[in-house]
């Protein structure tokens, strides 16, 4: 009997929290739907998906004196304010999350400020131990993706734009959540076949 009770409080342990972090072109945006593929395969609980940047999407859709602010920001490759990102994952959460379901965080965060901010939400919900899965892919692999893909935004200079901002602001995030002692950081070499790198993925979160 105990151990019935043991395997059914195993089952309904706490959410878990899974943040994905990667330069633009490196994959990472078909590494997370494979990931909540997985979760689902698995039986997890319900996963709660946190784009920022189809929260933005969204919200510039609006007419407020903010939202076309934000859309000006959008529409010229700027970076949103870390307040104004983290208003919107914190009423996407307080409106969708009950406490059972995992949070998959994609586009988030993007600087230092918002990597606290974030740690600091995560602890209030009773999340510890959260997961970050870095994409490790190096500049020159990424340029020569998105390159090779020529979309309308995927010119050489806005490339250039994004990977300097990944190592200006997206690498300090990584350095923060090495050093809590509240996350664990996976660090995945993304420059693999998906199916590789998928793999590598689950054997690092589950073993």
Known sequence: MLNIIKKVEEKEAKSMAYIFIGRSGCGKGTQVELFKKLLEEKGEAKTLHIETGTFFREFIKGSTYTQTLSKKIVESGGLMPGALALDLWVNYLVKNFTGKENLLFDGAPRIVYEAELLDAVLKFYGIPNYKVIYINTSRKWCTDRLTARARKDDTAEGI???????????????????????CNVFDINGEQSIEAVHQDISKAIFG
Do not use: T, Y
């Open 160 to 182: 250039a734009k994004r990977m300097a901002w990944f190592e200006k602001d997206v690498v300090p995030c990584l350095d923060f959540f090495k050093s809590d002692k509240n």
